[in-house]
């Protein structure tokens, strides 16, 4: 007997195979067994070398760079010394992001728990209650945020199948030991009737998806194509939670806040993106500046054109249609 489709499911579809195993994914599979490996060291000690691999990021990754000098100086407003030191920061915050990653998939419960001991509205957790969608931001230790989330309700969620066919297989096998359930990108209305089944669905709405499932509302001042996904639970009067988790002094705090239901969804999804705010700044250096928030709709043109990268992705279309 198969499985009715809206029971919510692990997703098994990642197996392995001959493909997999071919020699132009060895220096794949031999990053993935030193991020293995990395688990077994001390935290502190990676941190400092992510430290190391993020200032050789951001010197080799100049395209980079100044998409997050642009939204950094875009959104917080800052300029000169302090801009290039938040830029570095960032970037060092990514280099973390490897082995924050690793921990992620791979480290015990009890380490996990001893990682984060803070959490801000707790309280909200015993409200998620029958079905409720969970907002969370891109962060650059997001594979984290999930598994810390993961020890205080069951959750599901949505991914985006990786370029890379090892990584893919990698990544979703090793969510599935803290994700409930996951359906890919193109699979949204799964989280329509997982939630009404009673699941938690975690959901990032802060970056530009386009402008054909948008509407453009301020995000830190400017216009911003923001996805119009979560007001739809909004206007269904489905709870709407908002969960954060923050790096500060060394240690992921949690802290969850409740967005009002409204049928109009301008102003929810406005107030949606001044949470998105107040939570960035918490930890700005923290966060995924590296992705164009402001690519859709005028703003376009403030960031640089980098051709080779839409050559890539132009083949990739390509061998996809």
């Known amino acids: 007997m ?10 098994n579809q990642a197996k392995l195979s001959l493909k997999l195993l071919s020699l132009r994914y060895l220096m794949t599979w031999i990053g993935i067994i030193i991020l293995r490996l990395s688990v077994f060291l001390p935290y502190s000690f990676l941190m400092k070398f992510g430290n190391g691999i993020g200032m050789i990021l951001h010197k080799i990754s100049p395209h980079r760079s100044e998409i997050v000098k642009i939204n950094i100086k875009k959104c917080l407003g800052i300029e000169g010394k302090e801009l290039e030191h938040l830029v570095r920061s960032n970037f060092k915050a990514l280099g973390r992001g490897f082995f924050e990653t690793a921990i992620a998939w791979w480290a015990s419960n009890k380490k996990i728990k001893a990682l984060s001991q803070n959490i801000v509205n707790e309280h909200l957790i ?14 650059t230790h997001l594979e984290l945020d999930l598994r810390i989330l993961s020890n205080y309700f069951d959750l599901t969620g949505m991914y985006k199948n990786q370029t890379n066919a090892v990584v893919n297989y990698v990544m979703i096998n090793s969510r599935n030991k803290y994700v ?27 970056q530009d998806y386009g402008l054909k499932v948008s509407a453009m509302i301020p995000f830190f001042g400017s216009d911003a194509a923001t996805v119009t996904f979560p007001a739809l639970f909004s206007r269904k009067n ?40 107040e939570f960035i700044k918490k930890e700005p250096e923290g966060y995924l500046w590296m992705h164009r928030r402001f690519k859709s709709g005028s703003e376009n043109a403030i960031y640089p054109k980098w051709s080779s990268r839409e050559k890539r992705r132009a083949k990739r279309r390509m061998k996809r249609d």
């Open 2 to 11: 198969n499985p009715s489709k809206d029971i919510p499911l692990q997703n």
């Open 126 to 139: 015993d409200q998620l209650g029958s079905g409720a969608l969970v907002l969370i931001k891109h962060s």
């Open 180 to 206: 409930k359930a996951s359906a890919s990108n193109n699979e949204a209305m799964k989280a329509i009737r997982w939630i009404n089944k009673g699941e938690k669905f975690i959901y990032a709405a802060d």
């Open 238 to 277: 489905i709870k709407i939670i908002m969960a954060d988790v923050s790096k500060i002094d060394g240690c992921y705090v949690i802290e969850f806040a409740e967005l009002n239901n409204t049928e109009d969804e301008k102003y929810f999804l406005s107030s949606m993106n001044e949470c998105y705010e």
